[in-house]
């Protein structure tokens, strides 16, 4: 049995950091663990233009630590009214590396989303033309079921456009099923996915056990066993075609606990932890350096981390929350639970 393990410093390729105080008390995770993030754009208001999102950029930067390593990298929240224009001014802004499709009112703050997809074809031609990587939450917003989202986005919105605009580099996010495996795994070259922690560790049965379970409550939802054990065979294929996206996504507890609670999993406080238990599991530990270190910066054609982080088998217990807002902490994946793993000199050291 491996009870310590050294690989590349990974990053994380889709992440949600809030703004204001809530940024102050989540990057600090996330800053100890990765040394690149890519940071979403659904701010309220979002954030649509590349003047935006270096003033965003800005702000994380000033939330750091002292003395931390830490490259943000930002996203254009994609929208009807999204010019080639405004998507030229980011691509030679620096520091924006990728445009976010949210479908209007698929998830948290999506209500400036797209509201069709044809609106955007010649903003996503000049994309493609730039090597812009699209960010795609894979969700139909009509009356489909919630468990079959994701199946009915592919074959109605995402296989017609990866064939219409070859050229484009697409990015599945948070991958929930055998199908959206199935379609990364077919398509065209410029075609990959993330996969967050939830989603290999957890099926849809741990939004119910023992009664309902708000702080198990992502978007997309967590699916059948079926699936996520076809989730976790892809992530911990060694396919460069899956990478590391934590999707961590806080909501105040008042707001999870609640009659109407928010989607969003916070997992950053122990993000590489909950995926190496996951690899373990799969018995793919071999394969956690691909996943978190490699295949993601292969996609964005940027270098690959040169130094490294260490993991070591020592179980902990997760607190029962995290100061997040005044008086209004965050409930953390797996609180008052213990995690496997431990990455050396992180936070809750
Ligand atoms: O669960 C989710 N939370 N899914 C998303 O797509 C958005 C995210 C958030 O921003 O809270
Ligand atoms: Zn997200």
Known sequence: MIDRLVITRPDDWHLHLRDTEALAAVVPFTARQFRRAIVMPNLRPPVINAGQAL????????????????DPL????????????????AASAGH???????PAGATTNSDSGVTDIDNTLATLERMAELGMP????GEVTDNTDVFEREQRFIDRVLAPLARRLPELKIVLEHITTADAVAFVNSGRPGLAATVTPQHLLMNRNALFSGGIRPHHYCLPVLKHERHREAVLNAATSGSERFFLGTDSAPHARSAKENPCGCAGIFSAHAGIEFYAEAFEQAGKLDKLQTFASEAGPDFYG?????DTITLVREPWQVP??????????????RAGETITWRMENNLND
């Open 55 to 70: 003033a965003y950029r800005q702000r994380i930067l000033q939330a750091l630590p002292p003395g931390t390593d830490f």
């Open 74 to 89: 930002m996203t254009l929240y994609l929208t009807d009214n999204t010019t080639p224009q405004v998507i030229s001014e």
């Open 96 to 102: 924006i590396v990728a445009v976010k499709l949210y």
């Open 134 to 137: 699209l960010l795609v939450h």
């Open 302 to 306: 940027l270098p690959r981390n040169t």
């Open 320 to 333: 029962e929350s995290y100061p997040y807002l005044a008086n209004d902490p965050i409930v953390p994946l």
